[in-house]
Each structure stands twice: as C-alpha cells, then as structure tokens.
C-alpha cells in the first residue's frame, strides 16, 4: 500500500493521477480500466478539492492498493474536512431533457456506476471514501 | 490546455487537447463563452481528448442549453469509446448530438 499527501486543490488532480496510473501500469491494468479509474479519481478528489474545506485550505491523502486474485486496486481518499458522506445524495434524473439537467451529483453516480465498490466511512475525525475496482 | 477556435461563418469548431476534467474544463467554458458570440452552430471537436468527466459535462450541457435557447446546434465530434461510455451512462448521449 502506497499513499500521497497533497493539498486538497484541482489544480493536484494530475499529480495524483499520474501517482496511480504509475501503480496501475506496474500492475498491469488495461487502458479501459485506467481510464475509468482516472475518471473515478477525478470526480472524487475535484469533490473534496471543492467542498470537503470550504474556503479553508487542507490537505487529502491518497492510498493505493493493488492485491487480490483477480487483481483489484483500492484508492482510499481521506480528507479532514467538513464530515460528508457524498454516497447519500440522491441520484441525478438522467432522463430529464437538456434544459431540465443539472451536473450536481453527476460526478458521484458516474464512479459508482465505473467501479466495482465505492465505501465511505467517518474514522477518527476523517472522511474516508474508497473505490475499489476490479482489474485482473 | 490547448484550445482550437475555428470560425466559418457562424459555424465555431473547437478542438481542446488533453483531458476534460474538474481542473481544465473551467478554461474550456471560460474560453469559449466570448468565441461563441454570435454563431449559430457549434462543432465540439473531441480527437485530441483522451476522457471526460462530469467537469467536461458540464460544459457540453451549458453549451447544449445555450444554443436550444438561441435556435442554434451543438455537434460532438470524433468520440472515442471511453468518452462515448461516459456520454452514455449519464444519458448525455439522448441530450446532445453526437457523431
């Protein structure tokens, strides 16, 4: 298991993501299946970028884990900020006609719909939200 | 990231390279919004665009919304198949022109 520290702020999407897709090539893991953990990895952390601290600053930890037969990797993302458990908002109507969409929501119903599992807990004062998916 | 701005009368084609998402989308909007001025129809030209997330949808469905409003047209061009998954699953593929 591997971990990075960053500040919580959009513009560390792409460190954190070249972070994992380094651990994802070294374990093998299809284009498909990178790309869809590159967007999952995206919609979670831009969310605790955006919210989790309001207008203060924080940091978000990033774990990786790679294990299992089949293979399936685990991000955990934990953050410090306002307790929030994004997997209770109800699911966007993605019926609704363009002038009647919204994008709220979108971005938690697109990784659980990705991702084999998506958990989250409140552990020691931290939001914790883990997607796991299955790549081997 | 680099963005494209092709006019043709009041046909805008834009081309961004890289990836929409959280980080880059917002310049995408914010670019466009002044390029948009005055056309009629819009190409979103989406080769150079590896994947999307529901940054980048944020903006086709303000554009989308915006040329319903004007009686113009949005077309998304040159999809690949991790894009088309991500327009599909959201339903966009029923909202927005794609070819």
Known sequence: ?136 | MDIDFKKDGTTLTVTPEGRLDTATSPELEKRMTPEMEGMTEIIIDLANVEYVSSGGLRVLLSVEQEMEECGGKLTVIHVNSHIMEILDITGFLDIINVE
């Open chain 1, 1 to 136: 298991m591997k971990e990075i520290i960053v500040p919580a702020n959009p513009d560390n999407i792409a460190i954190v993501t070249e972070y994992i897709n380094a651990e994802l090539e070294a374990a093998g893991c299809s284009e498909h299946d990178r790309v869809q953990i590159d967007v999952a990895v995206d919609e979670v952390f831009g969310n605790i970028a955006k919210y989790a601290y309001g207008q203060e600053e924080g940091t978000a930890t990033v774990r990786v884990d790679v294990s299992g037969d089949p293979s399936a990797v685990s991000i955990t993302f934990i953050d410090q900020g306002i307790p929030y458990n994004p997997l209770e908002n109800k699911a966007p109507d993605t019926t609704l006609k363009a002038k009647d969409r919204r994008i709220g929501g979108l971005g938690v119903f697109i990784t659980k719909r990705i991702m084999s599992d998506v958990n989250y807990e409140y552990i020691d004062e931290s939001n914790q939200l883990t997607i796991r998916k299955v790549i081997g």
